[in-house]
Each structure stands twice: as structure tokens, then as C-alpha cells.
């Protein structure tokens, strides 16, 4: 460069002098270009000689091996053990040895060398868990560790022999009920002799274990080390696919791809059904050290373009993953574990020994299954979240517990989400006293505004009451001020459900008195559109003429052009550049303003709120508790890094913390799925980030003051943002990890790991590091005002449950009971096996449907299982999106019409016997490429759903293991896996020794199945199947019908319609003749081949079951205990004294009508009391029983638990 400028200065000079320009117009062009030119070839020249000498000096390490990366693998799970190996070359399998198909790690350790240079070259010892090594070279020797850093804390992990299990062996393998063979061969891998996936890549390796029952595939690549591999994994052959990606930061959703193209990007889990009924496989992306995994499809990540390319036929089935470390200075070209592949042919046994084995595998998270079950799971909680948002304060939290317990159903547990702590915009003090100054313009609008809405005389009380609303300045006064006038809130867009001016759900003025609560121009709770921040920038009067109308005209920019825009569109690209270059400024204002993401935490302390230095925080908390007996649990809400933007850097309470501005730097992927990262908040203020090493103190310090308050747990919100500031701290999954275990060891040290609610967490930078806590939100938020969203979050949560199941259990997320989608939501979490919580604002509840769910003394009957579709419904979009990847105005070529209806079948197990929801969740999906929720189909169709037995995986018919279309049904260990609880049937034969033999057959539900399938190596026969007997009771129709395999309830579904079957199997409780059989019509109960001895409703003998308390959605959940005792005649001759048939169920507390069926009445119903009343412990009761459908009903009015007892 310098020579350059030298020459062309001469040059000038020399033809100045001379007179004339002209040389050098056309000599230098010549000249220069010949000189960069030389530029170049010596610097090229250069280059390659550095890179040979530094090569050269190498030699003697590359030149004693021949061995290099074999391409191909060749790898049959269950196969003849390949001593101390893993990665297995196309000559390992068999007597070929290891000599001529492996590959040395010293070669590896080597060539990483040569890659990174010595000093970057580290030897550790590994944790003692699965990984893939190479076959040992003759005359080499394996390292006993290698560790390859890559930048700060950041870490590629190569395998060891000393932490390698052998080959599963091909007689026998691990013991995994319904487990079929994944074996790999060459660049193909098949499932039960089937064809899954082909044409894989040379550079995925496969590792095999005893521990294992299925396939880790790993990344070994002969090139330079990479932050971000894009792997095309190969063509897979099954087109039924149901995938869980990613939709934002936080929060994931499922899709149900018509292709393998078509898998979205940031799909974190994949199901297949390899034949129609199974086998099935389970696809778990996996994280390895610093790099997380995750699969798509190309056009999966075309159809959320401008202009989306057709994928070639020949590319349709081609599934793809890449793997990133989300930090440029952490690279690797050999990362073990990138993904897991399972198969079986129950799909929801296959998930769980799936998700069972990558936690022994991976070593970083547990299962829900080996964690104990949350506190609050089986109480009835409220959250104060869409009640107030962070305008809560402490008498509308009084207010709300209050009215809960006056309308019978008291809240157990309290959680007390975002506003009660101190917090700090950037230009904290300037920003505040502009804030106030809006308040008063707003206020006084708004009292103008409702002067001349009404007739003078009232307009002038109305006036008066806003002002004085405006001049209050204590809470009490405050509240008198809102029951004398409604505050209208025209800066911020009107509820969906509500009338102008009324919040969502708004009836009389009374009911809105909480409705707005504290400062009415805080946005949270809303969503920011383009036309919300130019209403709420237009109250701001001291702004200019001409600010205000270029504000006005970037807002409706926003909303029109970039909101609903592709990602790789100009104009999101263009906003992205003024955001962050030139309206950066007014940016930050307007959310220091206006809304909560930009705030830093200040100090660990609640706000001045709910504390003052007369009266701490502790005294609010017990307060509460000295108020409310029924409160258990009261827990409260904090962001995983403080606050939104983290904490404050300039306060005195958090220096210790050394906090430090970090910039986020989102993967490509993000960026595409929400271009929004790119200017939110804390991308363009930066996050008031803690060290590392200083992680621990602040989740002590927080929780160490919460607990002292006497609180009893805390909700951890935003945890999925924390992936995207790995630059520079060792990858998003290395700094997560380190979060999320300090995080977990607090919140275990100061109330106990299951006292902790995972929220905004749908990452598997997340999910894959909880070992402690036990409990995370499986879908978005409930969204009152957000109408399309309601169906959908219904499918979210259902689906993603499948997954996310297997590691916490399930939180379904608030809701409000009065709402015009209240009946559905209610239902679902009936079915959900969650924990059940509102958030009404006070005055608006809905308190006949919240007695469906909750019973007096505020207890709730939870099914025993994360609810999950039914196996028919598992690849079936219920919103009616033929592709949901395709928006409504995505080009033709994209854009598919909606597809058929159908219904989606929630299933989950109580403790003796099973309930299935059906839902009509069709009009409305999250559409990718708009990035929203969107009613599709204004007017929605009916839809028939279909239930049978066969929507319960232990009573579906499952081909057999080792044969696709072998008919039986999975082995015992199956269905013990589908029941967490081992309650049975406890049968009294003491009044008659000939009855000993029937007892012995007599036992819960689920007994006489495992039973059978002890005595067969395949499980059940055909003919098992056709004895079960079933019954079925509908909730909301009321109707009972007798059900066995070829029977069906079919029920038509309108918009937002449900119902919920309770379903129990029959027990025979007399010995009747060997020739008596068990027969029920495919109709409704009719006789069709039955005995002689079948009675009526063509069953023999007499048989019953229970159902539980009927007015309860989950009736099922309320049966605690069940014993019979069998009456030895048959029914033929009258019993001898004591000799009876008798059934006692024991229920939860609470007032209803007990429901069950019987083939015959009793004589007699009488209850037992747990606490005795005044007419003593037990006394008989009044039934009615209808011979015509079998029910047997029994008025249950006490609030307390008891045990009903019928005898025949």
C-alpha cells in the first residue's frame, strides 16, 4: 500500500512537470492494476508458504499412520461388540477388525492441532458418559482425553475409550418394552427392516451402547474446525411427520409438515411414522458440549421468504440439521453426539425410553418421571398477571384471593408475577417526570373524552370523578376515585371482547373497577403493533408538530411493510438498519416510557409498593397468609437474567453483581424465525449482563431475600433469550448451562428444586439442563385480548407435551374463566394433568365452571400424566391448516387451502381408569410467515370426533416388535409405563374361602392386562382385546354407554365446542358359569353373541364400575381408592349373611353426584365420612339408579373427602 501511493505521487509529479496529463490517463490504470496484482500474487505466495513450512514441521505426526476419515458407515445396533469401539468403520462390523475401516484419534488430536495450532490443544479427563470414539489403529495407542478450545470457556469434546459402552448384542439388547431394531448400514439407516433414512453424509458417524436401544449419530469431519455445520442428513422415507420448532425466542409450537423438506427450521424434536400404524421414530436434536442441534427442511425455511424458491422433486424428502455454537471463536470438526434416533411401535413409550436415554446419555438433564412432583401441581392457584400486569399492586392481590374464596373456590397457591420488583429505566429520573406528565394529558383526555360521551349532568360527575382520580395519590383513595368513574384507555387498543373504552371481557362499571389499575399508559400485557406505538406516541403533547408525524409515518411504515414481512425483505432489512443507526434514540425513549423491556433491575427488594420502611415486604406476605387460611403457596416471578434488560449498571444495591453492558448476537436462524431481535429493546440498549462467576450470588441473593419474606418459590421468566449472549462466553448452550445450574441450586438451597416454575424456556438450551426443577410452561401465553390465539394455544400445549412431557410437567399457562373461550381452556386443563390457575381480574369470574374444576377447599383433580394427543390425532393439523408453514398471502406456489376437519383427542390416566377430551380447535393457527396468530377460516366447520378405546395406548391393539403387521399388543412393561401409580383393587375374599380364586383374578384396571401379557411373549391375543369391556361417560352430554374394540363414541363438535368421556373398565363382581361370556353390541350396549347367563346389558353376572363425581370434568381424578369384594354365587341364590358383592370407592372432598354403572341396582348405598358429622361416621344415603343405561347416581354433600360403599 505504501509503495503504491509512493509510485502514484512520483507519477503526478513527474507529468505535471512534463507539462501534460496524458501518460497517466492511460498508463496508471495499467500500472496500478499490475501492481495490485503483484500485491496479491505475493501475499498468495506468502501465504502458502507459511502454511507449507508450518505444515512440514507436522510431517512426523501425519506420516506414522496410513489411516485417514473413512467415509460410510457401517453400524447394525445389537450387532457382534466391537471391543472399545464406537465409531465403526465399514470394516469393524463382523471379523473384519478395526485395522483397515477406522480411523485414529490420534489423527484427530493431530490434525486438530495442525488446525488450531499446539497452544490451543488441551488434555482433560472426560465425565463418565456415552461417547462415540475410533476404531484403535495397529500401533497407536488411544489419548486418554482431549479437550479443544476454541475461544473463551468454550470446549469440542473427542471421544475416550474410557468412557465407551460396548455394542448392544444382537441375542438379546436392552429390555425396552415395544423396542425395535435401529441398525445402520453404510449411508442408510433402516428401522425393523424398514428403509428410514438414506444417502447420509460421510461425515456422521454412529455410536452404539448396551445403554441404548437406539442410534447416536455424531459429526467427524477431515476439514477445518466450524462455529456452524448445515448437514444434510439424507432422504427420509416417511411422509407422516409431526415437528416441534421453535416460533420465537421463547416459545416453541408444532407442525405437521406434508414433506421432510418442509420441517421448519428450528425444529427441536421430529416424530415419524415410518408404515401406517408404526413403527414409529423419535428424532432427538441433541447439544453437545457448545453446540446444539437442530433439523429442517429447505423448503421449510423458503417458505418464510419474499419469494419462496419451489424445492426440486428430487429434494423433497431431504432433512437437514445444523449444528452451531452461537460464539464465532467456538469451532470444532468433531462433535459426538448431534442426534438421537429411537423407534418402537408405541409412540408414546418410544418417546419416553427416547428421552429416558439421551438424559443418561447427555448427563445434563433428568426425566419428569425420576423428579419428584411439583407442590402446587394438585392446588388451585391464581396469578396476578392479566389481572393487573405490572401495575399490581397490593389490595388488587387482596381483592382477587378474596373474591376467590367467597365464591368457593379459594386459591391454594399465589403467584405474584411481574411489578413488585424495584426496577430502572436507562434515563431513569428525566424519563419518570415525562412519564408523570403524560399521565396527567392522558387523564385529563380521557375525563374530557367521557364529558361529552354522556349527557351533561353526568358528563360533569364524570369530569369531576377523573380529575379526582387524577389528584389521588394513595392506593385507598385511589380506589374510591375508580368506583365513582370508568377510566377510558384510548391510547392503547380495545379488548376484542370489549365494547370502546372497556378493558377485554368488561361488563357493568362495577365489574371493570380493576380493570385499569396504576398508570394507564404502561403497555405491558400488550402487544407491540405498529399501531400501538403511534397511538400511545401521540399522547405525548410535548412532542413537536413534525416529530409526531414522522413518528406517524414510521409507525404505519412498520405496521404495513415490516411487522408481517418475510425476514430477508428490504424493508425489514432497512428497519433493522435505522433502528439500530439512526433511530436508535427515539427507540429507547419511547420503551423507557412506555413500556417494561427496557428496565434493569435495581435492587433485590420489592418496590415501594409493597414495602415502606415502616412496613417490609414480609409484612405484605404475611399478611396475605394470616387472611387466607387456604394459602399454601406463595411464589414470585423474576426474569433468569434480573429483569428484562438484566440489571442496572449504576445501582449501588447491584455492583457487587459487576454487571456489564452485552449486546445479544441472535444465530441466522433466529434472526429468520423473529427479525425482531434485531431491534428489541435490549439489542438496542444492550443487557445489563452478570458475570459468570457471579451467577450464583445473584440467584442467592434474590432468592435468599424472597425466602426470608416467607415466600415458598419463584416463576424464572425469560429464560430462552439468554442462548442469544453466548458471543463471547463459550457458545448460548455453554452459558446457559452455567445459568440454569446456578439457578437450579438456588432455588434448591432456599425452598427446594420443585418449588420453581420454568417459563419462556422452549429452547433445548433450556430444557436440556433441568435436573433439579421439575415444573415449565409448555406453550406461549394465554393472550385474552389476542382472539385467534385460543385454539391454538390448546394444539400448542397438547403437542409440545409430547416432548417436553418427558422432562417437567406440564404448566398450561393462566387463563381467565370468563371469557368467551374460558369453556374450552378448562377443559383442556381438566385433561392436562397440570396444575389449574386463573387470572380474572376481580369481579370477573365464572365461579359454575371454575366448581368443574376446582372442589371447596380449593384441591384439584389432576390427571397423573402430561395430557398429549391421541396416536390417531398425532399427525393431524386440528387447526385446519393444510401446511402451517404457508401464510394466506404467501404466493401460490406456497399457499395451500385449508385442509380437512378433524378434531384433536387429549388422553391421559387416572388412577383407576383413563379420560380422552375432543376438542374443535379449527379457524385459527401461529402462521410462521406473518409471525402472529391468524384466523384463517372465519366461518368454522363442524367437526366429528371419534373416540374408542383405542385411544388409550394401553387398550390399543400394537403390533409385536420385530415384525411390521404382527398383530398383539406391546409387552407389560408398556402399559406399567403409562401408569405412575400402582393403586389397585384390593379385594376382600376373608367372608368366603371359595372366593379365594376370583380374588386373586380381581384387581385394579390395569392388573388383568399385565396379567395377560405376562403369560405371552408377544403380549395380548386378539382375543383379550375383544373381552375388555369399557365404560365410557360423557361429561357435558351425560350420556353412558358400554364400549369394547370395535365400538366408537362419535360426537359433533361446533366452534370452540368439547367434550370429555371418562372411561373405566368393567369388574365382574360374581364367579358366574365357565360358558358365561362378556359381550356388548356394537351399538349402544346391545347384546350381539352373548351367553345365556348376559343380562340385559349384555354382560354376565354382575359387573360395575366407577366412574367418580360427575359434575367434575375430570370425574375420574376425583376416585382416590377402589376395593371390591365378590359375592362367590353368581347372583343365582340368595347370598349367605356377609356375603355380598360390595364396592367402595373413596372420593376426593367435595359436594356432586357421584357417578358409576352397574349391570343390576343395589340394595344399599351408604358413606363414611373422614371426619365425622353429627350423625356419626357413616350413614346410608339416598340413590337412583336406571336400569335402562346402568347409572347409578349418589348426591354427595359434603365438603370433606369420604368413601361411598354399594352393595348388591
Known amino acids: 500500500r505504501v509503495v503504491l501511493l509512493l509510485v502514484k505521487s512520483v507519477t503526478t509529479r513527474t507529468c505535471r512537470s512534463a507539462g501534460t496529463m496524458a501518460p497517466l490517463r492511460w498508463a496508471a490504470p495499467l500500472f496500478f492494476s499490475f501492481l495490485r496484482s503483484t500485491r496479491l500474487l505475493l501475499m498468495l505466495g506468502f501465504l502458502c508458504s507459511s502454511t507449507a513450512l508450518f505444515a512440514h514441521s507436522k510431517l512426523d505426526v501425519t506420516s506414522r499412520t496410513a489411516s485417514k476419515f473413512v467415509p460410510g458407515v457401517v453400524q447394525r445396533q445389537r450387532s457382534a461388540s466391537v471391543a472399545g469401539s464406537s465409531f465403526i468403520g465399514a470394516q469393524g462390523i463382523g471379523g473384519g477388525g478395526g485395522d483397515s475401516g477406522g480411523f485414529s484419534a490420534g489423527v484427530v488430536k493431530d490434525s486438530l492441532r495442525m488446525i488450531l495450532g499446539d497452544t490451543d490443544v488441551s488434555v482433560s479427563t472426560f465425565q463418565p458418559r456415552l461417547r462415540p470414539v475410533a476404531v484403535p489403529v495397529a500401533g497407536w495407542k488411544q489419548p486418554a482425553g482431549l479437550t479443544v478450545s ?15 459402552g460396548t455394542s448392544a448384542d444382537s441375542s438379546g439388547g436392552p429390555a425396552g418394552g415395544g423396542a425395535v431394531e435401529v441398525e445402520v448400514v453404510g449411508n442408510t439407516i433402516k428401522v425393523d427392516g424398514v428403509t428410514l433414512l438414506e444417502n447420509m453424509p460421510s461425515t456422521l458417524r454412529a455410536a452404539a451402547s448396551s445403554d441404548l436401544t437406539g442410534v447416536v449419530l455424531g459429526l467427524l469431519d477431515d476439514g477445518p474446525a466450524k462455529a456452524q455445520w448445515d448437514i444434510k442428513l439424507g432422504h427420509l422415507t416417511s411422509k407422516n411427520l409431526l415437528s416441534c420448532a421453535r416460533i420465537k425466542r421463547w416459545w416453541m409450537a408444532p407442525q405437521w409438515p406434508d414433506s421432510p423438506s418442509e420441517v421448519p427450521i428450528e425444529t427441536q424434536f421430529l416424530v415419524a411414522e415410518v408404515v401406517a400404524g408404526g413403527p414409529y421414530v423419535v428424532m432427538l436434536p441433541l447439544i453437545e458440549g457448545s453446540f446444539r442441534s437442530t433439523l429442517y427442511g429447505t423448503a421449510g425455511r423458503e417458505a418464510i421468504q419474499t419469494s419462496p424458491r419451489a424445492v426440486p422433486k428430487a429434494d423433497e424428502t431431504l432433512l437437514s440439521m445444523r449444528v452451531e455454537s452461537g460464539d464465532k471463536s467456538v469451532v470444532a470438526s468433531a462433535i459426538p453426539s448431534t442426534l438421537y434416533i429411537a423407534a418402537g411401535y408405541d409412540v408414546y413409550e418410544t418417546v419416553e425410553r427416547a428421552f429416558k436415554e439421551v438424559s443418561a446419555h447427555l448427563g445434563t438433564f433428568k426425566t419428569r418421571a425420576s423428579k419428584p412432583e411439583p407442590p402446587l401441581l394438585r392446588r388451585f392457584g391464581w396469578c396476578t398477571w392479566d389481572a393487573f400486569y405490572s401495575d399490581v399492586e397490593p389490595v388488587g392481590v387482596a381483592r382477587g384471593l378474596e373474591e376467590l374464596a367467597e365464591g368457593g373456590t379459594p386459591a391454594r397457591f399465589l403467584i405474584l408475577d411481574d411489578g413488585w420488583q424495584m426496577t430502572a429505566s436507562h434515563g431513569a429520573a428525566a424519563r419518570e417526570a415525562k412519564k408523570e406528565r403524560l399521565k396527567e394529558v392522558l387523564r385529563l383526555r380521557e375525563a374530557k373524552k367521557a364529558a361529552v360521551a354522556v349527557k351533561s349532568k353526568v358528563a360533569e360527575k364524570a369530569k369531576v370523578a377523573a380529575n379526582f382520580a387524577f389528584s389521588c395519590s394513595k392506593v385507598a383513595e385511589q380506589e374510591r376515585a375508580k368506583e365513582a368513574a370508568h377510566k377510558v384507555k384510548d391510547a392503547l387498543p380495545h379488548g376484542e371482547e370489549g365494547e370502546e373504552g372497556e378493558c377485554a371481557n368488561a361488563g357493568s362499571p362495577e365489574e371493570d373497577e380493576y380493570c385499569d389499575v396504576g398508570d394507564p ?38 405496521s404495513n411493510h415490516v411487522e408481517h414481512a418475510a425476514p430477508d425483505k428490504w424493508t425489514v432489512r432497512l428497519w433493522a438498519f435505522l433502528c439500530m443507526y439512526v433511530l436508535k434514540g427515539p427507540f429507547l425513549e419511547f420503551y423507557d416510557t412506555f413500556t417494561d423491556f ?78 425482531g431481535v434485531q431491534w428489541d429493546p435490549v439489542m438496542l440498549g444492550g443487557l445489563g449482563a452478570i458475570p459468570n462467576d457471579k451467577a450464583s450470588d445473584f440467584y442467592q441473593g434474590i432468592h435468599r431475600y424472597l425466602r426470608e419474606s416467607g415466600l415458598d418459590g419463584v416463576k424464572v421468566d425469560a429464560q430462552g433469550a439468554m442462548g442469544t449472549f453466548g458471543e463471547g462466553n463459550g457458545g448460548g448452550p455453554e452459558l446457559v448451562r452455567h445459568f440454569t445450574s446456578a439457578m437450579e441450586g438456588s432455588v434448591s438451597d432456599n425452598f427446594g428444586a420443585s418449588h420453581c416454575i420454568n417459563c419462556m424456556c422452549h429452547s433445548t438450551e433450556n430444557m436440556y439442563n433441568y435436573k433439579l426443577t421439575t415444573m415449565a410452561r409448555v406453550s406461549d401465553d394465554f393472550y385474552p385480548r389476542d382472539t385467534p390465539s385460543h385454539t391454538y394455544h390448546i394444539a400448542a400445549v397438547a403437542f409440545n407435551s409430547v416432548f417436553m412431557g418427558e422432562i417437567v410437567n406440564a404448566d398450561w399457562d393462566m387463563f381467565n374463566s370468563k371469557h368467551d373461550a374460558a369453556g374450552i381452556h378448562a377443559a383442556a386443563r381438566a385433561v392436562g394433568g397440570c396444575a389449574v390457575y386463573t387470572s380474572d381480574k376481580p369481579g370477573e369470574h365464572d365461579f359454575d365452571l371454575l366448581r368443574r374444576l376446582v372442589f371447596p377447599d380449593g384441591s384439584v383433580p389432576v390427571a397423573l400424566r402430561p395430557g398429549r394427543p391421541t396416536a390417531d390425532c398425532l399427525f393431524k393439523d386440528p387447526t385446519g391448516y393444510a401446511d402451517p408453514l404457508a401464510s394466506t398471502s404467501a404466493p401460490p406456489n406456497v399457499a395451500k387451502p385449508p385442509a380437512d376437519p378433524t378434531a384433536l383427542k387429549i388422553w391421559n390416566t387416572n388412577r383407576f381408569g383413563y379420560v380422552v377430551a375432543a376438542f374443535n380447535l379449527r379457524g385459527s393457527a401461529w402462521d410462521r410467515r406473518r409471525r402472529s396468530y391468524q384466523t384463517f377460516e372465519e366461518e368454522v366447520s363442524p367437526v366429528t370426533a371419534k373416540i374408542t378405546i383405542g385411544d388409550i395406548p394401553a387398550w390399543a391393539p400394537t403390533p409385536a416388535p420385530g415384525s411390521a403387521g404382527v398383530a398383539g399388543v406391546a409387552a407389560a412393561a408398556q402399559f406399567e409405563s403409562h401408569f405412575r401409580h400402582t393403586d389397585e383393587v384390593v379385594v376382600d375374599s376373608a367372608a368366603d374361602p371359595a372366593a379365594a380364586a376370583s380374588a386373586a383374578e380381581l384387581t385394579h384396571t390395569l392388573e388383568p392386562q399385565l396379567r395377560r401379557a405376562r403369560r405371552t411373549s408377544e403380549g395380548f391375543g386378539a382375543d383379550s382385546v375383544a373381552e375388555r369391556v369399557v365404560v365410557a361417560y360423557s361429561h357435558v352430554s351425560g350420556d353412558v354407554k358400554l364400549m369394547r374394540a370395535s365400538d366408537e363414541i362419535s360426537v359433533e363438535l361446533g366452534t370452540r365446542d368439547y367434550e370429555v368421556v371418562t372411561m373405566a373398565e368393567l369388574t365382574a363382581l360374581t364367579n358366574p358359569d365357565s360358558s358365561a361370556g362378556v359381550d356388548v353390541g356394537a351399538g349402544a350396549g346391545a347384546v350381539a353373541g352373548a351367553s345365556a347367563s348376559a343380562n340385559a346389558h349384555g354382560v354376565a353376572g354382575l359387573s360395575w364400575a366407577p366412574i367418580g363425581l360427575g359434575n367434575m370434568l375430570n370425574s375420574g381424578g376425583t376416585v382416590l381408592s377402589y376395593k371390591a369384594a365378590v359375592a362367590p354365587s353368581g347372583g343365582k341364590t340368595p347370598p349367605a349373611p356377609g356375603s355380598r358383592a360390595q364396592a367402595s370407592v373413596g372420593l376426593m372432598g367435595g359436594a356432586g353426584e357421584f357417578v358409576g354403572w352397574a349391570s343390576e341396582a343395589p340394595v344399599s348405598v351408604t358413606i363414611e365420612f373422614e371426619r365425622p358429622d353429627a350423625s356419626g361416621r357413616a350413614r346410608a344415603v339416598a340413590y337412583s339408579y336406571d336400569a335402562e343405561s346402568g347409572l347409578l347416581k349418589v348426591l354427595v354433600d359434603a365438603p370433606d373427602r369420604q368413601t361411598i360403599t354399594i352393595t348388591w
Open 598 to 675: 427496557s428496565k434493569r433491575l435495581t435492587s433485590f427488594e420489592a418496590n415501594s409498593k409493597f414495602q415502606t420502611a415502616e412496613k417490609p415486604f414480609s409484612s405484605f406476605v404475611s399478611d396475605l397468609r394470616h387472611r387466607f387460611a387456604t394459602l399454601d403457596l406463595i411464589y414470585a416471578w423474576h426474569a433468569m437474567p434480573g429483569y428484562w434488560a438484566g440489571v442496572s449498571l449504576d445501582s449501588t444495591d447491584t455492583a457487587a453483581l459487576n454487571p456489564r453492558p452485552h449486546l445479544p448476537t441472535p444465530t441466522q436462524f433466529v434472526k429468520e424465525m423473529e427479525p
Open 150 to 164: 476454541g475461544g473463551a470457556d468454550a470446549t469440542a469434546t473427542i471421544a475416550t475409550e474410557s468412557n465407551i
Open 521 to 558: 399508559i404502561n403497555t405491558s400485557g400488550t402487544t407491540l403493533t405498529g399501531d400501538v406505538v403511534g397511538q400511545v406516541q401521540s399522547t405525548n403533547t410535548d412532542t413537536p408538530a413534525v416529530i409526531k408525524w414522522l413518528s406517524d409515518k414510521a409507525a404505519k411504515f412498520y
